[in-house]
């Protein structure tokens, strides 16, 4: 006897629209990966939600032949976490760019991670406003000449793993536009987390801001410049595979194995899942040249969901409650005949 | 013994007042209840102060509550007060305004000391005379503190819940005064005092107490019965209001849509009890979120329309503005939502425990480009049961965002309501799409009424996209053509004008040849019926219209007023539904009478005014 | 050699069309610049994609840029084109439409090979006959791209950037077609180009080359010249835009007010600009604050105003929508405040790239409360400076916040501009409070005119308490006092009102005694003039009443309007100005010619329109 | 000769107004304390100002005889960043509640402590929305039933500490109503830092969550419960002053100075301006039984404020800038002679 398995591939997830953004942007990398994960995931097209701001990268629901919805400036966050609890049967995803989720919509976001709604966060961060045209955003480096800072920002910016802990996040990743493989990867374990699932895509604006990520983006400095974090696995890196990270003082410090009598075993294993974020906050802001740049999934923590929780509410409640229905409502009144 | 004189009267007002902590809005709500309970009309007003708890004894500190109730049709709360119950001398000088010529003041003398009066801005030992206060009233001073302790001498209580129970004793004191039933007193202080039994048997005796002192001492003061009312048909009934019924309204549309509800909201002041309502409601299902702010409140509605329910939002003035940008998504994305507003005074944040229709051109047109919504009132405590029903019905059949309009004053005031049965409410029909549609898209809509067909996410072969940005009238996707532009904005208006087939005619009441049309809309029914049925019972002269639905009108609008050479909108604003009016319908001859003072209209002043325009 | 035929004209429209890339931005920019050098009147209008790049050849990615020159007064960029510079087939099929008959097209044959053909959706090889191309147009085919390879051989530059510059040969060639000087158009690339030495070079290379091959080519066709334009005063002009002139606008009213200047914004299309440009002006100490939102943006700004500054905030429609609550405070605490609003396609995220003018209702009415601010308008890229001035100047002096409306067309089009003195600005005088003032708080005002006195943070003996909360109108202090609300609205409805005074009263252009008055608002004035003085030639049944202030209206609005029998309100939007009249003067009667369709009117439309009015 | 040195006594910046709180209402201890306060800091009242937001403690301003404005729920933090950016000679002191700050004010929030604009921000933490009558708020903690929870909330709350931190505060401090000393010395620090100095003064609403603090408001047993943290001092409290915190394999722990052989040596020294916040975050973070909550200054960092930049910024420019007027501005422009 067969049992039929029901398999997407990407193609399921590709709606008939033209893609429209700029040749060379980051963000063409980013939905192709989102179309092969889904197909991976394997949730149907009609059992996902693509919920989306305003901004280049929210234009990404259009290429999807999902249930979509490109909404209004900062509200994505608040508009998916509607749709998740009024139909947590979806999966939902929400699409935002650096302005969208961290300007105007700041709010929405740091109160949709502190309620642990169950949305999958793509957070497109090229560290500038594309589609109005090159004004810094609330991540672009202090001191960058922008169409709007004419003479470099003088703010510093927000960093979006840290403003995640600091709103209690129970999930964060971070992955690059061009390393398809590990975005994916990135991408599919935020799906499975329960709870909001912030991953932060580090894209290239090639108009507005080219290179803004250029650190990390040549495929041969890559290894030595960054190191991809899993869950139970060692914190090694490098083109060589032979450097790594070890707490010194209470302070990362990245080591070569075989230098100084450090070996494998010396190595820092990843764990995502501590509570405690402050060994997450300081692999988060590691910064070259001396450290590498963390990719990967770099918090994953157990938590309740808003949306189970209000379930589960609603279910006890129904549960004990002799209101069953309108009527039942009205009839539980004090009242009196007349 | 002489025998006690009883007056018999078809209504009467009453008017309890005190400092925040003296229990008036219990005190009212209870007086109000057992009236009901035998079988009155009633509607009442509480009015109040704008701190949680001014300091004891100030003039900010006042909470009142007001009780209108009759042996027929009670539409208002009344202007002036029969009996004026002043637990304080602040309350004293902050109501006696309100207090008619010939009424009853009951006052706590124990409350009148000069202390007392220094506090409320006294400058003399007698308040009375300070305030000018007419010789017609008739002074009642009753020892409301110490006969409240004596009564509860023995009973182990501490002084302050002592003093607390003060009202209880006016409240018994009241019931002798207008014959109420002390069984069904006894029944209600039950219900509220249930969890805890000590108070519940402290308020029993003081109560009793109250009831008898008047019975004992043959005050000097005619009792008065009311009748029971027979306008009110006969049934079940219940004292219930606005915002609760808002609430009810909308867990019935939804039961009856087979949706479930959700209601994205943030608390403000006076529309936060319609999300409390529905908090209470899990065992309905009902997803309630109390959001970050207002635009989140909107946001999550939006979100929880697209996924498939029937959803709400729920604020005041403020919000409302906030909710601006949120109302232009939901025209365009063409979702079903219902937008309540519970006006207050403003602008800014104005007064916000006052009431105030000042929102309606806020309403119709605070959005950026053309954007048209649905735009209804409600007029009474428990029609906003009837019309929030009806907003989601609009809103589900005819996918677009419904604003409902009510105010301060009866969502916090509350009138009889006949407990109604699902299965006598009209269908609800949701315009979803067709199981065999083709190539469904953002804008697949039914060609004859304009409405866009609703799918909802989880549903197999309707994948679709769709978003704030203007669309292909064919094909759904992002369009800035030109002409097809100009066809989207006018479907959206079709959409929302076609509304009106489906929405009651304008009535005219009273005389349809009278000289004067007065026209309202929203709350003010009830002081417009009552100031055009009392000049109607001496000339024939005026006749009524009334509007709950505004956007779109009713379709007999224009002909209905086109027949009143005279017309006076009366609103509570500086002139909103008038300005709506003439821009709607050029040519009438329209007059205005206008009040801005955070306050309900009075008959007596409406009436004065309708004679002056009749003489002219 | 045969004599080129040199056509003299008064006006001529030029149209630059092709892909985002294609730099038709910078190729108009240029062409209107050298145009106004030499003394012609111009006036422009860019249309964007709503794309930053869309796919390189599709419709989607077609970048417009229209000029309008002539030697007397011009006051739109023109309806028809009498020259069309098409780049690629995806421009030519946009901007068919717009092309007189008997125009001329210039187009790139390089790039209408079939698949470019095939991209712009052409489905035969020629796409003129496709599109129905009149035969009255003159096709110039020119191998653009070659020819540009060829002048830039030996340049060693890549291919890329050669083709970058083949918009500078056909802005050379079109620089020949209407004898503009070459030596002017040198000076404007040196400008532009300062800092990129080689890419100028090139550019004025490919730029003389197209100039020389039209002259050496003698094309069939004639060329153009243009007088000097005789309206213009003698003067220092420039060409600008409107967002650069309203930027302009509050630095100069700043400055003569003896104010810093603060702007607290959000980027958003199409008014980002403004934001930008005073940026740049941190040598005048202008203080701009990119903020996390526009509410934000108006929050900072409040803040600013409070603390003494001459304070602003921009944005476009959905910006202002975010904005209600907030200026409702502005309103409530009688602060100083210009809030611009640049209108763009809605509703919701609309068209943003688009112009509308459908923002007005909601900048009279999208507020809670009763929330009086001025509004007002601009008319072109050059008046903006006018009125961003004035409403600084009467954000001052009345302590209100003011809002000016300008849209996409004004901000993004440019015209010329004559250049101002500041000392020749009126003075501006904000209404502080006299050093004096005793007792002052935060209702402290001048009693004639109703207005607010200003005390700044940092001024000892002034320090006050202010806020959106009703206030007394005598101590300044919260009061939700009845008789007190109202006179507070009261007053600051008639401080609003009282602006009328300092206004210019309306003007008629054009036969007083015309059968139709034509009326407009804002940016429709160029269209509105055009039509109405075309019409006039023939017969002179038509007038003109323009307003650029909306609330209050002039002072004598009433009075001339009443004059007219037939009154058209054109805008572009539904109908928003006309209900407005409406609402306020009842009793006109008002038709209505409404377009919204994201682009601005036609001067031939609008002639039609009236011409049949006046046949009825 | 003599000196003129002005001195002012909280009386000079009290305004006539009657204060309208609940007799009881924990905000009463701040207003006092915040007027001596700013006697003993010597800004006169009328270089003074006082934003804030709608709430019960938003009326404070009221009840200043100081400039004062009391705007719009949740959006004192963008006005007083406003006033201060435009004014910068002020002393701009925020009153905002847990709602006005971190609900409906969030975005603003940590945008302006991002920005560090130089304001001092007295967030009352009554955990529960007051003059709207008893709603939660988003601090409220989880499972707290209230007129807007009738089952409980299902929410996880912000921890005022960690949000400011996760916008990259440079200042956090955490008072207790009814320890007056202390309350002012943390007051007096958070005016003399530089940038957005945010004080979390917990209050008791005696109306609507009458006890939330009360593990640590009796006068008894707080020395216990508490540590207040002085930046160069040990970190040793309790009622003999014989506890105090060490770092045990990098987390904090509670020790008694005298057992198993700890000496007042080895007690942490707290150092308020590490710019790495992971300790503060351990500090702040500390609750019963185990470990003492933190009050006093968690950290303050130095870092330029963005009105100090801002002003850098507009003097450089000037000094480089040939434009020094509006008619140099209109001169400057490209222009022609027609
Ligand atoms: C209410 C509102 N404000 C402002 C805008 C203008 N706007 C659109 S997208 C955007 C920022 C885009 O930046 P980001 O979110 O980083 O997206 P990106 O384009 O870089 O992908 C802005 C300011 C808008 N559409 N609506
Ligand atoms: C736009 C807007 N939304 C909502 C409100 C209602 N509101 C006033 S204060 C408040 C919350 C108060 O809580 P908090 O900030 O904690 O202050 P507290 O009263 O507890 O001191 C709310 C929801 C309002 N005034 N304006
Ligand atoms: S402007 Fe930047 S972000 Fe937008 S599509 Fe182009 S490259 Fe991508
Ligand atoms: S309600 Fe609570 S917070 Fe408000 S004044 Fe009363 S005790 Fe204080
Ligand atoms: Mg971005
Ligand atoms: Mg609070």
Not at chain 2, 271 to 277: F, K, P, T
């Given at each position: ?9 990407a ?75 009024a ?12 302005g ?19 949305i ?31 003479y470099g ?17 129970t ?33 290239n ?15 041969n ?18 083109v060589?595979?032979?450097?790594g ?13 075989g230098?100084?009598g ?60 002799k ?13 009196w005949?007349? | ?40 009309e ?10 949680i708890r ?10 009142g509550?007001?009780v ?13 007060a ?7 001398p ?28 220094t ?22 001073p ?7 302790q ?34 069904k ?18 308020n ?9 002192y ?8 005619p ?29 019935a ?25 529905l ?55 063409e ?58 019905k ?43 549609y ?9 060609e ?8 909802i ?9 769709n ?10 996707s ?27 005619e ?18 003010t ?5 009552d ?10 002269n ?17 002909e ?16 909103q ?12 001859n ?10 309900p ?16």
């Amino acid at each position: 006897m067969e049992t039929k398995i029901l398999t997407y591939t990407a193609k399921d997830f590709k709606s008939d629209q033209q893609v429209r953004w700029c040749p060379g942007c980051g963000d063409y990398a980013i939905v192709n990966s989102l179309q092969k994960v889904m197909a991976d995931l394997g949730v149907p097209p009609h059992k996902t939600a693509v919920i989306s701001g305003i901004g280049c990268s929210s234009r990404l629901p259009y290429y999807m032949k999902t249930y979509g919805f490109h909404t209004i400036h900062g509200r994505g966050a608040a508009i998916a976490t509607g749709v998740k609890a009024a139909n947590p049967d979806l999966t939902v995803w929400q699409i935002t760019g650096d302005g969208d989720c961290l300007a105007i919509g700041g709010n929405h976001f740091i109160h949709s991670v502190r309620r642990n709604i169950d949305i999958n966060v793509l957070l497109f961060n090229n560290q500038i406003y594309g589609l109005t045209k090159g004004q810094y955003s609330p991540t672009t480096l202090k001191g960058k000449v922008t169409n709007s800072s004419p003479y470099g920002t003088i703010e510093e910016p927000f960093r979006p793993a840290e403003l995640t802990m600091g709103a209690r996040g129970t999930f964060f990743g971070r992955l690059l536009d061009v390393d398809l493989k590990n975005a994916q990867q990135v991408m599919l374990e935020a799906a499975k987390h329960k709870g909001t699932s912030v991953v932060e895509c580090l894209v290239n604006c090639v108009i507005f801001n080219d290179g803004a990520h250029g650190y990390l983006a040549e495929r041969n400095t890559r290894p030595d410049r960054t190191v991809f974090l899993e869950h139970g696995k060692p914190m090694i890196y490098g083109v060589n595979r032979d450097k790594g990270l070890i707490l010194e003082n209470g302070r990362l410090k990245a080591v070569t194995i075989g230098e100084n009598g450090i070996t494998e075993a010396d190595i820092l294993v990843h764990n995502a899942e501590d509570p405690n974020p402050t060994l997450h906050w300081e692999l988060a802001m590691m910064q070259g040249p001396d450290l590498p740049i963390a990719l990967g999934v770099i918090r994953a923590v157990r938590a309740e969901t808003y949306n189970d929780a209000l379930d589960k509410q609603i279910e006890e409640v129904k549960a004990k409650s002799k209101i069953k229905c309108f009527d039942d409502l009205v009839d539980n009144l004090e009242q009196w005949e007349i | 013994m002489e025998k006690i004189k009883v007056k018999e009267v078809d209504n009467v007002v009453v008017l309890f007042a005190g400092d925040s902590g003296d229990g008036m809005q219990l005190t009212g709500t209870l007086f109000s209840n057992v009236s009901a309970v035998i079988g009155n009309e009633i509607s009442t007003f509480p009015d109040y102060p704008a701190e949680i708890r001014a300091p004891q004894g100030t003039l900010g500190g006042v909470s009142g509550f007001q009780v209108h109730i009759g042996s027929s049709k009670v539409y208002t709360p009344g202007d002036l007060a029969d009996v004026f119950v002043a637990m304080n001398p602040a309350a004293l000088k902050t109501n006696i305004h309100k207090v008619k010529k010939g009424g009853v003041i009951i006052y706590d003398e124990d409350s009148f000391l000069e202390n007392d009066l220094t506090k409320a801005g006294f400058t003399t030992d007698n308040p009375f005379v300070e305030l000018g206060v007419s010789e017609t009233i008739n002074l009642i001073p009753t020892q409301l503190t110490t006969l409240t302790q004596k009564s509860l001498e023995g009973f182990g209580l501490d002084g302050k819940s002592i003093l607390r129970s003060k009202n209880m004793f006016a409240f018994g004191l009241v019931c002798w005064l207008f014959n109420r039933p002390m069984d069904k007193a006894e029944h209600f202080l039950e219900n509220k005092f249930k969890k805890k039994p000590s108070v519940l048997e402290a308020n029993i005796k003081v109560m009793n107490d109250g009831y008898n002192y008047g019975n004992n001492l043959h005050l000097s003061i005619p009792t008065y019965t009311i009748e029971r009312s027979s306008d009110t048909k006969p049934g079940k009934y219940t004292s219930i209001s606005g915002n609760t019924t808002t609430a009810f309204g909308l867990i019935a549309a939804a039961e009856k849509a087979g949706l479930e509800l959700f209601l994205g909201s943030y608390p403000i002041t006076p529309a936060s009890d319609i999300m409390q309502v529905l908090a209470r409601r899990r065992d309905l299902g009902v997803k309630v979120m109390q959001c970050e702010d207002e635009i989140a409140g909107i946001a999550t509605a939006i979100g929880a329309s697209f996924a498939g329910c029937l959803a709400a939002t729920s604020t005041s003035g403020p919000g409302l503005a906030l909710k601006s940008e949120a109302i232009g998504l939901a025209v365009m994305s063409e979702l079903p939502l219902v937008v309540i507003d519970v006006m207050r005074g403003g602008p800014s944040t104005g007064m916000p425990t006052k009431t105030e229709q000042t929102d309606l051109l806020q309403a119709l047109y605070g959005r950026n480009g053309e954007s048209p919504a649905v735009v209804m009132a409600a007029s009474t405590p428990d029609d906003c049961f009837h019309y929030s029903y009806m907003a989601a019905k609009i809103a589900l059949e005819n996918m677009t965002p419904v604003i409902l309009l009510t105010d301060s004053f009866i969502a916090n005031g509350t009138s009889l309501w006949k407990l109604p049965k699902l299965a006598d409410m009209p269908e609800i029909k949701p315009n979803y799409v067709p199981a065999d549609y083709k190539n469904y898209n953002a804008v697949s809509r039914n060609e004859e009424t304009k409405v866009r067909y609703w799918a909802i996410p989880g549903t197999e072969g309707f994948e679709y996209r769709n978003g704030g940005l203007e669309k292909d009238y064919v094909k759904g996707s992002i369009s800035t053509a030109a002409v097809n532009h100009q066809k989207m904005v006018d479907t959206r208006a079709e959409k929302v004008q076609n509304v009106k087939y489906s929405i009651p005619e304008l009535e005219i009441i009273g005389n349809e040849d009278a000289d004067l049309l007065v026209v309202g809309w929203g709350s003010t029914r009830g002081h417009l019926m009552d100031a055009v049925s009392s000049i109607n019972e001496k000339s024939k002269n005026v006749a009524l219209a009334h509007f709950n639905y505004i956007n779109p009108l009713p379709k007999n609008t224009e002909e209905v007023l086109r027949k009143f050479k005279n017309i006076v909108v009366c609103e509570l604003n500086s002139g909103q539904f008038a300005a709506y009016l003439r821009s709607k319908i050029p040519g009438l001859n329209i007059m205005q009478y206008n009040k801005v003072q955070g306050q309900p209209f009075t008959a007596i002043e409406l009436e004065e005014q309708f004679e002056l325009i009749l003489k002219k």
